[in-house]
C-alpha cells in the first residue's frame, strides 16, 4: 500500500492547542469502499500505528485476503471480523494540525438503521458514499434521509471508485445532478460532491491529478476547513440543570450552585433569567468553572451557575430567558426512530428521558410511517417495527421544556425507555408541541429565606 | 461582546462532555463508584470530578482494585493523592480474594494477577452495592473498546454484551439497572491518548513518577522491557540490565513494560507520544497480546 506512514505531511504535536473539533459520521456498504476510504483517512494522517498494520497484514494473510484489508482495522468485534461486515458503530480517531476529529463509522445496512441514527445523531458532518459505477441506489437515498432527518448540517456525497470509470467527469455530474435533484426535499443547508477512490487515495488527502476537471476541494481539506462555528445555536438560551451542588460545608454554608451543560445561547453574570417549569425570575449571580468565575458561558460548556435570589431549582428544572424559552408541554408530535424488536404501538407506555428530566409517555397515535428509502408516508400503519421511522402523536405524565429538532437538536430530542427491559427503544425528534398552560412569571421575594 | 468567538478548543469540548457524564451518573445512580488504578486516565477522571462537584464532596467513593503486584511509587502516589482531596478510598484487594480461594494464584514465569483482578472487582462491586463503576478506558486504546458505549450495561454476572448494546443517542444516557445489574460509564470515552497528555500538561496535574524516565532494573521479553520484581519469575537467559525508562501505561508490575525513554518532562513525553509510532497497549501490555480479541473476551467477562 503506498502512503507516507513515515514522512511527515501531517504532524500533529504542533499547533495543536487551537484546534478544533469535527465529529463526522460515515455511512456506506462494506462495497462502498467505506472503511478503505476512512483506512485511507487515518493512514494518510498517520493515525494507524506500526503494531495495528502489522496485525492487520498478518490477519489478511491468514484469511487470504489476498490485500491488506484495512476494514480489518474497523471491524472491532469477533462477530465483525468473521462476517466481514460492520454491525455497531465504532468511534475512530485522528487529527490534524488544523482539527481534530470524531469518526462514527456506522453501519450501512438497513437492518442496522439504528446503529447509524445512533452515530448521527452527534455528527457536524455525514459522509455519504457512492459507487460510482452503480450510481444512486436505494440506500444512499436512505443514509442521506437519515442524515437530514437527525439534521447534521453538513452532508459530504463521496463518490467513489472513481478510478473504475476511468475518472469519467460525466458519471460524477450525473450523480451530482440526479441527488441534487431529489435532495432539495431533504432540507439539508450544505451538500458537497466530492469524487474520489479511496484505493488509489485521489482526492482523499490530496487533489487528484487524474481529475483535472474536479475543482472543488480533498475530503480531508473539506473536513478541516468546512465551518461548523455557526451550527450552534448561540441564540436561545437553555440551560437543564443536572445537579445541584450544595456542600453544606462550613466554608461553603451558604453555596447553591446549578451545574450544567448550556444547550445553546450565551448566558453572562448579571443576566435576567426565568427557571422553568416554575416561572421564577431571578438574576445570574457567578457563573463557575473549576474553581474560578467566567463573565459569559456558551455551548457545550459544563458549568454551575449562582443565582440572586433563593428560588426552588432542581434537577430536570431548565434555566432561560423570560422572553425566549421553551414550550412546558404534555403533548408533542416526533418523528421517531424505533430501536427495538417489540414494535411501537398506539397506546404503548414508556419512559421518556428529555434533557435531565424523566416522565412516562404514552403513545397516543402513530400518523405514519416512512418507508427510509423512497420517503413514501404510509398513514395506515398500525406499529413501527424495528429500525422503522415515523411520526407520532405522545402524551407525557409531567410538562417537558421542548424545543423543536430542528432549532435546537438538545432540547428537541428525546429517548423513549421500556420499562420492561430497560433498553432504549426510542430515538425522538420533535416537530412540535402544544402548549401547556405556563404559570405566570412571578418575580421572587428577594431574600426569603426558607 | 461582538468580538466574541465562543471558539472552544477541542479538549474543552472534551472535559465538558466528560463533565456533563460524570453528573449524570451522580443523578441518575443511587451507588456510584469511581475506579482508580493509579494511572494517567484515572487520574484525570479525579481531576474532571473535581470540576464536576467542587466545591461539594464526590458524591461517589474512590476505588483502588490493588493486585498486590502494584509499583510501590504508585501506591505511595495513590494515599498521598486520595488524602489532598479528602475523599473515602476503598481498596478491594486481589490478595484477598486469593486468600479466601475465590481465584487461584496462576503459577510459572508467565503468571498474572491481571485476570484474576475481574473477580475481586465484581465481588466489590456486589459487596458495596455498586450500580456505576466509573473507569478511565479510551475508545482509541483497542478494537473492541472503540465499540463500547459511554454507558455500558452489565448483567447481575458483570458481563458485557457487544451484541445487545443499548443504542447511545445525543448526549441522552440511560443509566436504568435492575439490582445487581450496573453500568460502566467511560467519561473519557472519546479522548485519545495524545488528549490526555496534553490534558495533563495544560491542567499542570502531577503523575506518579514512573511516567518519566528512570533508570531501573529491567529485563527483555517478547520485545517488551519488565520490571525487575518479586512479583516475576525470570526465565532461561533472560538476563536483568539497567536501562532508562518510562511506562506508557500503569497495571501490574507483570504485565506492563516500560518503554526505553530519556524524557523526563512532561513537555519531553507529550513529543515522544505524538512521534510514537505503536499503540500504548501495544508497546506495553502483555495481556492485550494472548489472543486477537483478548480484550473482547475479558471485557464479555467483566474486566474494566
Known amino acids: ?450 | 461582546m461582538q468580538a466574541m468567538t465562543y471558539e472552544v478548543s477541542h479538549l474543552r469540548v472534551l472535559e465538558a462532555e466528560a463533565i456533563h457524564i460524570m453528573r449524570e451518573v451522580a443523578a441518575e445512580l443511587e451507588h456510584p463508584v469511581l475506579l482508580f488504578s493509579g494511572g494517567k486516565d484515572s487520574l484525570v477522571l479525579l481531576h474532571l470530578a473535581t470540576k464536576a462537584f467542587r466545591p461539594g464532596r464526590f458524591p461517589f467513593p474512590v476505588m483502588h482494585v490493588d493486585t498486590g503486584h502494584n509499583f510501590p511509587e504508585v501506591l505511595e502516589f495513590r494515599d498521598r493523592l486520595i488524602a489532598r482531596l479528602d475523599e473515602r478510598l476503598i481498596v478491594a484487594s486481589v490478595q484477598e480474594s486469593i486468600d479466601s480461594g475465590r481465584v487461584a494464584e496462576e503459577t510459572g514465569p508467565r503468571a498474572s494477577r491481571n485476570r484474576l483482578q475481574t473477580v475481586t472487582l465484581l465481588d466489590a462491586i456486589a459487596e458495596h452495592g455498586f450500580d456505576a463503576a466509573f473507569g478511565g478506558a479510551r475508545r482509541d486504546e483497542e478494537r473492541a473498546r472503540a465499540k463500547e458505549r459511554v454507558f455500558s450495561f452489565r448483567d447481575d454476572f458483570g458481563q458485557w454484551e457487544p451484541k445487545a448494546q443499548r443504542p447511545e443517542l445525543w448526549s441522552l444516557y440511560n443509566g436504568r439497572v435492575r439490582k445487581g445489574e450496573h453500568v460502566r460509564v467511560f467519561p473519557i470515552s472519546n479522548w485519545t491518548e495524545l488528549d490526555v497528555w496534553q490534558y495533563i500538561a495544560e491542567e499542570g496535574l502531577e503523575l506518579p513518577p514512573i511516567y518519566f524516565a528512570h533508570r531501573r532494573e529491567v529485563f527483555r521479553r517478547d520485545g517488551m522491557l519488565y520490571a525487575v520484581s518479586p512479583f516475576v519469575e525470570l526465565m532461561d537467559g533472560e538476563e536483568p540490565f539497567e536501562a532508562s525508562v518510562r511506562y506508557r501505561t500503569v497495571g501490574d508490575m507483570s504485565c506492563t513494560g516500560a518503554v526505553e525513554s530519556t524524557a523526563a518532562s512532561l513537555e519531553q513525553v507529550v513529543d515522544e507520544i505524538a512521534a510514537t509510532r505503536i499503540t500504548e497497549r501495544g508497546e506495553t501490555r502483555a495481556d492485550d497480546r494472548v489472543t486477537e480479541a483478548a480484550m473482547e473476551d475479558r471485557k464479555r467477562e467483566g474486566y474494566f
Open chain 1, 1 to 450: 500500500m503506498p502512503g507516507p506512514a513515515g514522512n511527515g505531511r501531517i504532524d500533529v504535536t504542533r499547533g495543536h492547542r487551537a484546534s478544533d473539533l469535527l465529529r463526522f459520521a460515515t455511512a456506506g456498504s462494506v462495497d462502498d469502499g467505506k472503511s478503505t476510504l476512512i483506512g485511507r483517512l487515518l493512514y494518510e494522517t498517520k493515525q494507524i500505528f506500526a503494531d495495528q498494520l502489522e496485525h492487520v497484514e498478518e490477519t489478511s494473510r491468514r484469511r487470504g485476503d489476498g490485500y491488506v484489508n484495512l476494514a480489518l482495522l474497523t471491524d472491532g468485534l469477533r462477530a465483525e471480523r468473521e462476517q466481514g461486515i460492520t454491525i455497531d458503530v465504532a468511534y475512530r480517531y485522528f487529527a490534524t494540525p488544523r482539527r481534530k476529529f470524531i469518526i462514527a463509522d456506522t453501519p450501512g445496512h438497513e437492518q442496522y438503521t439504528r446503529n447509524m441514527v445512533t452515530g448521527a445523531s452527534t455528527a457536524d458532518l455525514a459522509v455519504v458514499l457512492i459507487d460510482a459505477r452503480k450510481g444512486v441506489v436505494e440506500q444512499s437515498r436512505r443514509h442521506a434521509f437519515i442524515a437530514s432527518l437527525l439534521r447534521i448540517p453538513h452532508l459530504v456525497f463521496c463518490v467513489n471508485k472513481m478510478d473504475l470509470v476511468d475518472y469519467d467527469e460525466e458519471v460524477f455530474e450525473r450523480i451530482d445532478e440526479e441527488i441534487s435533484g431529489w435532495a432539495a426535499k431533504l432540507d439539508v443547508s450544505d451538500i458537497t460532491f466530492i469524487p474520489v477512490s479511496a484505493l488509489n487515495g485521489d482526492n482523499v488527502v490530496e487533489r487528484s491529478e487524474n481529475m483535472p476537471w474536479y475543482c472543488g476541494p480533498s475530503l480531508l481539506y473539506h473536513l478541516e476547513h468546512v465551518h461548523i462555528g455557526s451550527d450552534r445555536n448561540l441564540i436561545d438560551a437553555r440551560f437543564p440543570v443536572q445537579w445541584v451542588i450544595r456542600p453544606m460545608s462550613d466554608e461553603h454554608h451558604d453555596y447553591r450552585g446549578y451545574a450544567g451543560q448550556i444547550a445553546s445561547g450565551t448566558f453572562r453574570t448579571g443576566d435576567p433569567v426565568i427557571v422553568l417549569p416554575s416561572g421564577r425570575q431571578t438574576r445570574i449571580a457567578r457563573i463557575d468553572v473549576d474553581g474560578g468565575t467566567v463573565e459569559e458561558a456558551f455551548p457545550p460548556l459544563s458549568v454551575t451557575m449562582l443565582l440572586e435570589d433563593e428560588v426552588d431549582v432542581s434537577r430536570g428544572d431548565m434555566i432561560c430567558r423570560a422572553h425566549n424559552h421553551p414550550v412546558p408541554t404534555q403533548e408533542l408530535d416526533a418523528m421517531v426512530c424505533w430501536m427495538a424488536d417489540a414494535p411501537l404501538q398506539a397506546r404503548g407506555r414508556y419512559a421518556i428521558k428529555h434533557t435531565t428530566r424523566n416522565a412516562r409517555a404514552v403513545v397516543e397515535d402513530l400518523r405514519y410511517r416512512i418507508d427510509v428509502n423512497t420517503l413514501h408516508r404510509d398513514e395506515s400503519a398500525a406499529a413501527l417495527g424495528l429500525n422503522e421511522i415515523g411520526r407520532v402523536h405522545l402524551r407525557t405524565s409531567a410538562p417537558l421544556l421542548v424545543d423543536e429538532y430542528r432549532r435546537n437538536r438538545t432540547t428537541g430530542s428525546f429517548i423513549l425507555i421500556d420499562e420492561s427491559t430497560n433498553s432504549t427503544v426510542g430515538a425522538g425528534m420533535i416537530l412540535s408541541a402544544e402548549r401547556a398552560e405556563h404559570p405566570e412569571p412571578e418575580r421572587a421575594a428577594t431574600g426569603s429565606g426558607h
